[in-house]
């Protein structure tokens, strides 16, 4: 999922809120160093992560903050986001520089691995089945299973825009639903606090669409859809679809979300995804789009929830010929009895 609201270096100088950021991020820091070399415990390293910080708010001042100082070309934004010092782009990496990066990328892989319910997961009467495929190294996506007295949370999401920058936000958020579960809040409360602390502890155009839900042993559940993918409950009787029940999470903190409420039988599943399944492209420049995701369901109503995420994901490669442009996760939750 890409956010068009995040702030872009274009070799000017910036303007309006975008320079504020940046601007207040390094001050910031600068008087943070400032204060340890003030205490005398002043080493090298500080005095040169000053004269960083300094060089950086002098590029910010001349307009080419944001720019490589060798090819002239724009830094990932998602690299600045996550270091406001750097001073060349990906591709003008030399060599030192690239094997630290690689190194960086594939602990942040593991850590995000690490943070995934176990691939087998079942509680009071529910399984839970998934699929998790980062668009690169890492991913924006977001999937827990969290057990609670009287059956388990699930949250599952999509941060805006990919890699590294997307990857911290999703391990924020997942940090953030961790602590309020062992709250007990009603979903309405747990939702709405979560939303309010990604939206004090984010920038302008960082959100995240997610699905934060509550299912119960006897069968019922609830569950509240920030700007997420209609979820689609899968019965003996056909497959309904879910749609969203208020805006992405981040953008207003005063946001108040509905909460939606099911009845699943014995063998009903809920399937979730991200945009990596539905925006998948065929040759011609079509979108597999949701007509198709629900039509699968539909024929695939009966498996195992394993074969239902291979159904999905083999149908997908067929239509696009390729891996997703996109991080792709997909969870189906079946009742088993």
């Not at 995040?6 to 910036?14: A, I, L, R």
């Not at 090819?71 to 060349?88: K, M, N, Q, W, Y």
């Not at 391990?171 to 747990?190: D, E, K, M, P, V």
Request: glycine share 8%.
């Amino acid at each position: 999922m890409e956010s068009t609201a995040t702030p872009q270096p274009m070799g000017t100088q910036p303007m309006g809120p975008e320079a504020g950021y940046w601007r207040g991020e390094l001050e910031s820091r600068r008087e943070r160093l400032l204060a340890a070399t003030e205490a005398g415990v002043a080493e090298s390293s500080l005095r040169e992560l000053l004269s960083s910080v300094d060089a950086a708010l002098a590029r910010l001042d001349s307009g080419t903050f944001g720019i490589c100082e060798r090819c002239h070309g724009t830094i990932e934004a998602e690299r600045l986001f996550s270091d406001p010092l750097v001073r060349f782009c990906l591709d003008d990496l030399n060599a030192e520089e690239q094997r630290a990066l690689e190194r960086d990328l594939a602990l942040a892989a593991d850590i995000q691995r690490a943070l995934l319910p176990p691939s087998d997961w079942s509680i009071d009467g529910w399984q839970a089945r998934y699929h998790y495929q980062p668009a690169k190294i890492v991913s924006g996506d977001y999937c827990d299973l969290i057990p609670s007295n009287s059956g388990f949370l699930f949250l599952f999401g999509d941060v805006a825009g990919k890699g590294v920058a997307a990857s911290m936000l999703m391990t924020h958020l997942h940090a953030t639903f961790r602590s309020l579960a062992g709250q007990h809040l009603a979903l309405s409360s747990l939702i709405g606090h979560a939303n309010r602390l990604f939206c004090e502890s984010t920038t302008a155009g960082q959100y995240a669409t997610m699905i934060v839900g509550a299912a119960h042993s006897d069968g019922r559940v609830e569950y509240v859809s920030a700007g997420h993918l209609p979820l689609f409950h899968i019965a003996g009787d056909g497959v309904r679809c879910g749609a969203a029940t208020g805006v992405p999470l981040g953008m207003f903190s005063s946001t108040e979300y509905a909460v939606c409420r099911l009845q699943l039988a014995p063998g009903d599943r809920l399937f979730l995804y991200t945009d990596g399944l539905t925006e998948a492209f065929n040759s011609a420049g079509v979108e597999f789009g949701q007509e198709r995701v629900q039509s699968l369901a539909k024929r695939h109503s009966a498996e195992h929830p394993q074969a239902l995420l291979s159904a999905c994901l083999d149908e997908m490669q067929s239509f696009s010929s390729g891996k997703p442009a996109d991080d792709l996760t997909m969870l189906v939750l079946h009742r088993s009895h």
